[in-house]
Nanobody, 120 residues
Framework: QVQLVESGGGLVQPGGSLRLSCAASGSIFSIASMGWYRQAPGKQRELVAV???????NYADSVKGRFTISRDNAKNTVYLQMNSLKPEDTAVYYC??????????????WGQGTQVTVSS
């Protein structure tokens, strides 16, 4: 089994910054991609940013230029640096990882979520 543990959420004022971390542990052979999604009350879960094992990234238009995703492959950890935060960034942020636990077994897992609240 593979588990994801997120940290770094909290309350921040508009214009502020937060850094989220997500560490994967367990039976990991390789991780193809790691990403961050978010879900605001009454809305569907949406992609925020994703990064592949070779560092290719993709961002939602709403966060481009403000958020930066990065990854430490040696630690199986992904980060999300969030700057210039807006009230509309308020949501539960979920980490996601997909990869292989062996040559024949794959996995796709979610973290438990971490609350980010942007408010004055």
């Amino acid at each position: 089994q593979v588990q994801l543990v997120e940290s770094g959420g909290g309350l921040v004022q508009p214009g502020g910054s937060l850094r989220l971390s997500c560490a994967a542990s367990g039976s990991i052979f390789s991780i193809a991609s790691m990403g961050w999604y978010r879900q605001a009350p009454g809305k569907q879960r949406e992609l925020v940013a994703v990064i592949t094992s070779i560092g290719s990234t993709n961002y939602a238009d709403s966060v481009k230029g403000r958020f930066t995703i990065s990854r430490d492959n040696a630690k199986n950890t992904v980060y999300l640096q969030m700057n210039s935060l807006k009230p509309e960034d308020t949501a539960v942020y979920y980490c996601n990882a997909d990869g292989r636990s062996s040559f024949i077994h794959s996995f796709a897992v979610w973290g438990q979520g971490t609350q980010v609240t942007v408010s004055s």
